[in-house]
């Protein structure tokens, strides 16, 4: 399975960006998908995950309320809409897909990772 995100971009403080991630292989309405990001000189984080049919979904607790994750499996694409953007937001975010239905919330238990899309915020 081949994971390829898009939508990073400049923005700023307040604004908003929605990242997609197209899986190559009709499988991936089999997988749960996460959404994690990488800062300059940090360890790779969970931002987001969703289950196989969407019926569950987990948030780190420094974007609850401002970021959503969304799945449609019919366009093999995982969505992160991310609103009231912040500049400790910036980061590159990588999407990924778990090797079960469920997914976790750390860096383990995933099969397949897209390349990363860098999301800037300035202030």
């Known amino acids: 399975v081949q994971l390829q995100a898009s939508g990073g971009g400049l923005v700023q403080a307040g604004g908003s960006l929605r990242l997609s991630c197209r899986a190559s292989?009709?499988?991936?309405?089999?997988?749960?998908m996460g959404w994690f990001r990488q800062a300059p000189g940090k360890e790779r984080d969970i931002v987001a995950t969703?289950?196989?049919?969407?019926?569950?979904?987990y948030y780190v607790e420094s974007v609850k309320g401002r970021f959503t994750i969304s799945r449609d499996n019919a366009k093999n694409t995982v969505y992160l809409q991310m609103s009231s953007l912040r500049p400790e937001d910036t980061a590159v975010y990588y999407c990924?897909?778990?090797?079960?239905?469920?997914?976790?919330?750390?860096?383990?238990?995933?099969?397949?990772w897209g390349q990363g899309t860098q999301v800037t915020v300035s202030s």
């Open positions: 969703i289950t196989w049919n969407g019926g569950r979904t």
């Open positions: 990924a897909a778990a090797r079960g239905a469920v997914p976790t919330p750390t860096t383990k238990g995933y099969s397949y």
């Open positions: 292989d009709r499988t991936f309405g089999n997988n749960g």
